[in-house]
């Protein structure tokens, strides 16, 4: 069982900048595909990024392509989203995802684990 927890969530104005992070507690980190996700108050939850578990591979929501970057240590068994020229529309609790898979996945039925989730909140 994998036990993820992200942290660096906050607040920030329109145009800054945050770099979250996720922690899985697993002994094999390698294997896993990472997946990003978020929800804002009163939606549905959203696909944001996700990266191969050999960094191969990353795929981003057309809502922050050019401006969200995912990258993953696997020594450190982390994976971060940086998070550049925020923009109010960006707030949301930001959730980890992970998938034993070789593949990029950007459904949420298709993840099994979940972190508790960090809240990024862009004021205008």
């Known amino acids: 069982q994998v036990r993820l927890e992200e942290s660096g969530g906050g607040m920030v104005q329109a145009g800054g900048s945050l770099r979250l992070s996720c922690v899985a507690s697993?002994?094999?980190?390698?294997?896993?595909?990472m997946g990003w996700f978020r929800q804002a108050p009163g939606k549905d939850r959203e696909f944001v990024s996700a990266i191969t578990w050999n960094r191969r591979d990353t795929s981003y929501a057309d809502s922050v392509k050019g401006r969200f970057t995912i990258s993953r240590d696997n020594d450190k068994k982390m994976v971060s989203l940086q998070m550049n020229s925020l923009k109010p529309e960006d707030t949301a609790i930001y959730y980890c995802?992970?998938?034993?898979?070789?593949?990029?996945?950007?459904?949420?039925?298709?993840?099994?684990?979940w972190g508790q989730g960090t809240q990024v909140t862009v004021s205008s």
């Open positions: 697993v002994s094999t980190f390698g294997r896993y595909t």
């Open positions: 995802a992970a998938r034993w898979s070789d593949f990029l996945h950007s459904r949420g039925d298709e993840y099994d684990m």
